[in-house]
Structures are given as structure tokens and as C-alpha cells.
């Protein structure tokens, strides 16, 4: 038995990800159709979309197997993935500029063709770019360095 | 006439200093980041939205307009020049703009397009100005249940024109719509699918969502088995177009201009309807057919045309609805509401400054685009060498700052990370973000128009089909069963094809 398989992946996605939002409505009242609980459209959502996954699932089945998944970044993942968290967690720490220099920094290194030096000057330059920009500029309130990092 | 005195407030607004700064910092900004290959106008808005959340309603919004036309224009040059268009709409400029290009006729390209572009915009402000009253009133009448047909209708419109497969355009608009539903129930207080989570009370951050999608995933996207794409940038001889393109030029630009208005209207993404049908029309009316592929300047000046107009009316629902017709009204929305304006008929009436310098600003904007790109090509053209590996790290660290200034809250930067590897999982299974953006904008709105609509109705859902006492909202659910039915057909869902594949 041959099927899409992206499609029969997309279908089975969908299927999961509505499972889990029916999950998620266990513990919401329904209410009526007059009066509907915080839960009824969720419930009805989550059930349409289950059905449209499964008719996408069920229409790849006997294809042809179609293009392949394609390759992973990985090294894309490993880098952005954690830089972007990383933001969150300790921007207020680090302050502004260590934050955007250090994310800059990482994310640079899941491109192949990213060299040290293109990197440091980037992530540097674009430290201080968003330091005039949205700090001196804009007037967000978020400090260019922060506690962790202030030694003075 | 309340049409001049209307315009006369709104020039008034926006020409401003503040505000005259402000829209030419956006269409600068707009242009700037638009023109770098691969960014279209959504991701390019979504990326700089963040930014106008320290201004003030009006100046935010006129520049948030601004970077969306921008935007929009700075496509059209990659797309001439190297034949990368950042988005669908300016694929078509492409076809016909690279073969000028590369026959050394850039430059005459490029102004066939922003001549196209700024008269576009020159009449499509003034359809917003003359119909945006009369649809306001329109929509004041409307009731929940009109209100919950027009945002199904609009919602099934997007599902037609996104690419590739119905059933997963579906598919995302319905998981868009359950991801706005994340957050306190509005009438109940009961936090749904918020895991507990403090952060989510309000909902998912609604920047996080975009930037992760259209940004994030996109920058994940490119990173797979990186090609050299080193883009063969044409040189920009010059820019002055004969006589005998102007003649050639007049006729599109009219037509593309009055397909672009009418189509931009329409819900779920008017633009690339209009630039793909002006094209269409212009091949087939040419007497010069078979010069269209290979550098017609019709086929540059009519789409162009086209999908400004197009970009500008799609401005319409928003404003006066409160409903997005393609993924940046609903981002523009989207900042209406940060900014703490309930999008919807309401606007026009309680903020008319804002209303009409919005509009008003749109013209100020197209001439700023011209005297912008025309000049400063030489720039535009050097731009386009940035390599990518240079431009992703600054994307992903103005993303990371702009989330966070939403809230001043790390949670929102797992959001945008989540958001990216989601966004990158469904790309890669061929389902387009756009009616998921879509989707999330317009979920809690559906709810709270159905349960109203319920309640009003005791229970009895016909009140939504029922000609004789809702006649507005069962003609939109009419329209909205035909279009449903029409993409479904074996005829059309085969013509789809052809036309999205063209574009690809």
C-alpha cells in the first residue's frame, strides 16, 4: 500500500493537534446552543478539525509516495531554536545589546557559508544598531546592559 | 461636500510633521526590507510591526500603511531586477519585468511600475474615500449574525485563493481559529487551553504567532541544503521610457488600476487576484501577444497597477468592517488592537482623524514611493547583493526585540520559537500560514458573533439562513456555500492548479 506521504503526515498532524485541543476542552462547560459554555466552539473546532485531517490522511492513501520530507536543518534548529529562548530568558539579566549580540551571534553559525570574523562584526554591529535604534530611538524600556553583566 | 471636507481632515492629519515623518519612515523602511530577495510584504510588516507600538494610534497605523506599501513596491523591484518576487502578488511583474531587465530595459521596467503603482494608488484612495462611508453605515446595521456570515465569508474567500491543497487551507484556518481561541473566555472568565500558564490569560501573542510563521520558519526553510543563490543583479541603464512606452503603458494602467479596485475589496488576498487577472486580460487584448513573456511592458505596467490598487482597496473591509482581507490587514488589525482601537464601523465615526489621515496618508505615501525609487534605484540595485547569510541574524534579533517589547515578557519568546518550528513543520507539508494568520485574527471574533447570535436567536440556528428576517447574513452565507462549492469543482480545482503552479 503506497500513500502521500505528506499528505498522510499533514493528515495525522492535524488529527493530533485537534485530539489535544479536544483534550484541552475536558474540563469546559459546554453549555447549550442558546447559551454556549467557553467550551462549545472549541469542541466543535476541534472535532472539524479531526474530520478535515482525516479526509486528508484517507485521500493519501493509495498515491504515490510523492517528493520525499526533504532534508532537516538541523544545525539551524540547535542554533535559532535556543538563541530565540535564550532572548527571552535573559534579556532583562544581560541587558539589551549582549542579548542581540549573543542571539546574532548563534543564530549567524547555522549558515554553512558564516565565517568568525563576518560574524563578530555583524552581531556587534547589529548590538549597537538596535541599542540607537530601539533603545536611544524608540524608547523601549529595556536597559543596554543589565545586572548580570555590570560590573561598575 | 462631506467627501472634500472628510479628505480636507485627513490631509490635515497626516500632513502633519509628525505623521508626514512617520509615513516616510514606514514606506522607507517598508521599501528597505522589501526589497531584500525572498521578504515579501507580509513578513516584512510582521517583522516591523513591533516597532510602531511605541507611537501613538495614528502615526503607528499611517506607518504600519506605509511599511505595507512599501513593502509591497520594494517587491516589485527584486522581482524586475532578479526575478526572486518576495510574494505571490508580484510574481506576474516578474514574468514579463525580468525579460525587460535583461534585455537592458530595468530601468523602463521599473518606471512602467512605479508609474502604474503611484496612479493605482492615486485612484484607489479616492474608491476608499467615496465607499468607505456608505459600507460603514452599512455595517452599523449589522447584527451578530451578519457580522458571523461576513467573517465566514471572508474566511472561505481565503481558503479559494490560497495555494495548493482546499482541504488544507481549511485545515489551517480552522487550527488558526482554535489558536485565538487560547485565553480567558470572554463571557465566562474560564481560562481555556491556557496549560496553566499565567502569560496566556490574554491570549497568544499575536506578534510571537506572525513573526514565528513567516519569519522564523521561513529563516529555518532557507537554511535546509543552503544553494548558492548568488543573484545575477541587471544593470539600471536608465530610467526614462520612450514615447512609445508611455503609449503602450497608458491602456494597462487604466485597466489594471479598475481591476485592482474592484478585486482588492474581496476578501482573502485581492492583490494576487487582481495582478493575475490584469495579466491575463492584457495578454489576451494585446495585439502584441506574442511579445508577453518576453518583456512586454504591458504585462509590468497593468499587474503592477493592478496590485497596488488591489493593496490599497484591501484597506476597505478593514477599515470599515473590521475584517482582514488578506494577512497584513489582519496584522494592521492586529496593532489596532494592541493599540487598544476596536477595529469596525465604529472607527470612522469616533475617530475620524485617525480614519481619514489613514486614508489620506496612503497618497502622501505613493508619492513618496515615487520620489523614493526612482532616484534612489542605485541603492535599491546595491541592496539586492546583500547575501542572505548576512540578513537572517539581524531578522531574527529585530523578531526577538519586537516580541518582547509587546509585553516585556520572556514567555512570548518561547511563543515565537515554538511558532517557528511549527510554522517550518507545516511548510514543509505544503500548507500556507497565511489563512492561519488569518484564522487566529478572526477566531474570537466568529465566537462572540455565533454565541451573541445564539442567544438572540434562543437557540435556533436558522437565523443565520433565514432570507425573510436576515437577508445580509444569509446572502453572505450564500455567497460563502457557492465559493465553497466552486473551488471544490473538478474544473476549477484543476485551473487552480495551473495558476498557482505558474507562479512558482
Not at chain 1, 123 to 142: E, N, R, T
Not at chain 2, 225 to 252: H, N
Not at chain 2, 433 to 453: I, N
Amino acid at each position: 500500500m503506497t500513500a502521500n506521504r505528506k499528505d498522510l503526515v499533514c493528515g495525522l498532524v492535524f488529527i493530533v493537534i485537534g485530539l489535544l485541543f479536544a483534550l484541552g476542552t475536558r474540563d469546559l462547560d459546554m453549555g447549550t446552543a442558546t447559551r454556549m459554555g467557553p467550551g462549545y466552539f472549541p469542541i466543535v473546532l476541534a472535532g472539524l478539525l479531526i474530520l478535515v485531517g482525516a479526509i486528508i490522511a484517507v485521500r493519501a492513501l493509495g498515491k504515490p509516495a510523492g517528493e520525499s520530507f526533504g532534508e532537516v536543518p538541523w544545525r539551524a534548529f540547535f542554533l535559532i531554536i535556543p538563541a530565540l529562548v535564550f532572548f527571552g530568558f535573559a534579556v532583562r539579566q544581560v541587558g539589551l545589546m549582549p542579548a542581540v549580540f549573543i542571539v546574532a551571534l548563534a543564530s549567524s553559525f547555522s549558515s554553512t557559508k558564516m565565517t568568525v570574523p563576518l560574524a563578530l562584526t555583524l552581531s556587534a554591529v547589529l548590538a549597537c544598531f538596535c541599542a540607537l535604534v530601539f533603545v536611544v530611538g524608540l524608547g523601549l524600556p529595556i536597559q543596554l546592559f543589565g545586572p548580570w553583566v555590570r560590573f561598575w | 461636500m462631506d467627501l472634500l471636507s472628510n479628505l480636507a481632515l485627513g490631509l490635515a492629519t497626516a500632513g502633519a510633521p509628525e505623521n508626514i515623518f512617520y509615513c516616510f519612515l514606514g514606506v522607507l523602511l517598508g521599501t528597505l526590507v522589501g526589497v531584500l530577495p525572498g521578504l515579501g510584504p507580509t513578513a516584512t510588516t510582521a517583522m516591523l510591526l513591533p516597532i510602531t507600538f511605541v507611537l501613538p494610534p495614528t502615526p503607528a497605523l499611517i506607518m504600519l500603511a506605509g511599511i505595507y506599501y512599501g513593502a509591497q513596491y520594494g517587491g516589485s523591484t527584486t522581482a524586475i531586477l532578479i526575478n526572486l518576487p518576495g510574494e505571490s502578488s508580484s510574481a506576474v511583474t516578474s514574468i514579463d519585468g525580468y525579460q525587460m531587465a535583461r534585455q537592458g530595459r530595468a530601468g523602463q521596467a521599473l518606471a512602467a511600475a512605479a508609474i502604474g503603482s503611484f496612479f493605482a494608488g492615486t485612484v484607489a484612495t479616492f474608491v476608499i474615500a467615496i465607499l468607505a462611508p456608505p459600507l460603514t453605515d452599512i455595517a452599523l446595521k449589522f447584527g451578530p449574525p451578519e457580522y458571523f456570515s461576513l467573517v465566514v465569508l471572508g474566511l472561505v474567500c481565503s481558503v479559494a485563493l490560497a495555494h495548493g491543497s482546499v482541504l488544507k487551507a481549511i485545515a489551517m484556518i480552522v487550527l488558526g481559529l482554535m489558536l485565538g481561541l487560547v485565553g480567558t473566555d470572554i463571557y465566562t472568565g474560564a481560562p481555556r487551553f491556557t496549560l496553566d500558564r499565567l502569560e496566556l490569560a490574554d491570549g497568544i501573542n499575536f506578534v510571537a504567532v506572525a513573526a514565528g510563521v513567516f519569519g522564523i520558519a521561513e529563516i529555518l526553510r532557507n537554511m535546509e541544503g543552503e544553494k548558492t543563490r548568488e543573484p545575477i543583479v541587471t544593470k539600471v541603464l536608465s530610467l526614462m521610457p520612450t514615447r512609445e512606452d508611455f503609449k503602450r503603458m497608458v491602456g494597462p494602467i487604466l485597466r489594471g488600476t479598475a481591476l485592482g479596485s474592484a478585486l482588492g475589496v474581496l476578501p482573502g488576498g485581492g492583490a494576487i487576484l487582481a495582478s493575475f487577472a490584469s495579466y491575463t486580460l492584457e495578454k489576451k487584448i494585446s495585439p502584441r501577444q506574442s511579445e508577453f513573456g518576453k518583456g512586454a511592458i504591458e504585462g509590468v505596467a497593468g499587474p503592477e497597477s493592478a496590485n497596488n490598487a488591489g493593496a490599497q482597496t484591501s484597506f476597505i473591509p478593514m477599515l470599515t468592517l473590521g475584517i482582514p482581507a488578506n494577512p497584513v490587514m489582519a496584522l494592521m488589525i492586529g496593532a489596532m488592537i494592541i493599540q487598544g482601537i476596536v477595529p469596525g464601523p465604529n472607527v470612522a465615526r469616533e475617530q475620524p482623524e485617525l480614519f481619514w489621515g489613514i486614508i489620506a496618508s496612503m497618497w502622501l505615501g505613493n508619492l513618496m514611493l515615487v520620489i523614493l525609487n526612482l532616484p534612489l534605484i542605485g541603492i535599491w540595485v546595491r541592496l539586492l547583493r546583500v547575501p542572505y547569510h548576512t540578513l537572517f541574524p539581524a531578522i531574527i534579533a529585530f523578531a526577538s526585540i519586537g516580541v518582547y517589547s509587546v509585553n516585556s515578557n520572556a514567555f512570548d519568546l518561547y511563543a515565537i520559537a515554538l511558532f517557528g518550528i511549527v510554522g517550518w513543520l507545516l511548510l514543509k507539508l505544503d500548507c500556507e500560514p497565511a489563512p492561519l494568520l488569518l484564522g487566529f485574527v478572526l477566531g474570537p471574533l466568529l465566537e462572540e458573533h455565533l454565541r451573541r447570535a445564539m442567544i438572540l436567536s434562543r437557540g435556533d440556528p436558522t437565523i443565520f439562513i433565514n432570507f425573510s428576517e436576515r437577508p445580509i447574513s444569509a446572502t453572505l452565507l450564500t455567497l460563502s456555500a457557492i465559493a465553497l462549492v466552486i473551488v471544490f469543482l473538478p474544473n476549477v480545482a484543476r485551473k487552480r492548479k495551473e495558476v498557482f503552479v505558474e507562479e512558482d
